[in-house]
């Protein structure tokens, strides 16, 4: 435990920490099946943990034994997490948003690449929607870079993964 003088933890505690955050990310997160060239997938695993435990950021594992997006719905085309299932949950989480008074837009610009959809209210955080799968590489440079936003990962029907950015590793601005 850290003194009174010091706020630092023993590094073997700090690793075991970042040990048991990324063993729940590796578990949790399905990621695109494409190689990302040239970035270390541990190393992204590690840094988003990293994120975690520092408090730049906050995490939610929404799991629930009912559908979380209102009615209950069954996909009997395509298999999980393929093009058709992939279609029918933006239409089923967008519907979901709508219902409750947000504006929803299909495929917004991020400061890396696109979301499957946003969820806008007045006054409120922005929320950032990803389908399935994730791209690590841009799941991380936006969760650095976009304060004050929200990443919700829907993973299936029952579960979605929240990311709150709380403070923001470095500003990102476009030219």
Do not use: Q
Not at 11 to 25: N, P
């Amino acid at each position: 435990m850290p003194s009174n003088k010091s706020k630092s933890f023993p590094w073997e505690i700090v690793e075991k920490v970042i040990a048991k955050e990324t063993k729940w990310l590796k578990e949790t997160l399905i990621e695109i099946s494409k190689n990302e060239e040239g970035h270390c997938k541990d190393c992204i695993f590690r840094r988003l943990a990293i994120l975690i435990i520092s408090g730049r950021i906050r995490t939610k594992d929404i799991k629930s034994s009912v559908c979380l997006w209102g009615k209950e719905k069954s996909f009997l085309i395509g298999k999980p997490h393929g093009k058709e299932w992939h279609a029918e949950m933006m239409k089923l989480v967008a519907t979901y948003f709508k219902s409750l008074d947000y504006n929803v837009a299909i495929e917004p610009n991020l400061n890396m690449g696109r979301a499957d959809l946003a969820a806008y209210k007045k006054d409120g955080r922005d929320l950032f929607i990803e389908i399935g799968t994730v791209s690590l590489y841009k799941l991380l440079f936006n969760l650095e870079s976009m304060e004050g936003s929200d990443f919700l990962i829907v993973l299936d029907l029952n579960h979605a993964i929240e990311f709150s950015i709380l403070k923001a590793s470095y500003k990102y601005y476009s030219t």
